[in-house]
């Protein structure tokens, strides 16, 4: 059964810091694993996706890796602002399907 | 590409009253998912479309809830006899099968359900 762990549940940091946030799961037969926001009563935002031949991927000041052996994912934000702040999801398939276990998330505030 | 929609955007209803949620896909996506979500948690998988055939279903999902995508477009989720349980955020995604970032979720803003 996938199990999707991370860590922090929350962050709390002063502006500028590069932060690292983990998301482990249980289950390495994976395809993909999928970075996510989501601001307070809203939708979640894609940030990332890796897809399982991939080592990371990287959108502006956002670095995701990706390590299936360990089954392991590292969100990295450099420099961190204020509008950053929000819940960071990952998300992974079960065992080969397309049924998404999620984490329950990272909650970031990073302060001015 | 105006993205994922959904509509209503918030519901409130009485405990045993049935309620349906419709979601609009992005145009070209094939894949359509539902979760359900609850404060503090992630969201929970539902249920999955490819086109209009319903692939998978969570266990979660009982004989109250159900689900379609008549003609691989848009989406309904129905709940009927709600219950308090409920109460949640119901969001939806849509994924590109083969074009663009095959398997990249795009997410709705969600329903927000209230049962009193």
């Known amino acids: 059964k996938q199990e999707v762990t991370q860590i922090p549940a929350a962050l709390s940091v002063p502006e500028g810091e590069n932060l690292v946030l983990n998301c482990s799961f249980t289950?390495?037969?994976?395809?993909?694993l999928q970075w996510f926001r989501q601001d307070p009563g809203k939708g979640l935002t894609s940030l990332l996706l890796i897809q399982s031949s991939q080592r990371e991927q990287t959108s502006g000041r956002l670095n995701a890796s990706l390590d299936k052996s360990s089954g392991r994912s590292t969100l990295y934000i450099a420099a961190s602002q204020p509008g950053d702040s929000a819940t960071y999801l990952c998300?992974?398939?079960?065992?080969?399907?397309?049924?998404?276990?999620f984490g329950t998330g990272t909650r970031l505030k990073v302060l001015a | 590409d105006t993205g994922v929609s959904q509509d209503p955007r918030h519901k409130i209803t009485k405990r045993g009253q049935n309620v349906t949620f419709r979601c609009d896909p992005i145009s070209e996506h094939n894949r359509l998912y539902w979760y359900r979500q609850t404060l503090g948690q992630g969201p929970e998988f539902l249920t999955y479309f490819q086109n209009e055939a319903q692939l998978e279903k969570s266990r979660l999902l009982s004989d109250r809830f159900s689900a379609e995508r008549p003609k691989g477009s848009f989406s309904t989720l129905e709940i009927q006899r709600t219950e308090q349980g409920d109460s949640a955020m119901y969001l939806c995604?849509?994924?590109?099968?083969?074009?663009?970032?095959?398997?990249?979720?795009?997410f709705g803003p969600g329903t927000r359900l209230t049962v009193t």
């Open positions: 998300a992974v398939p079960h065992s080969g399907t397309y049924k998404y276990i």
């Open positions: 995604a849509s994924s590109p099968l083969a074009s663009g970032r095959p398997g990249e979720q795009y």
């Open positions: 289950d390495s037969a994976i395809y993909n």
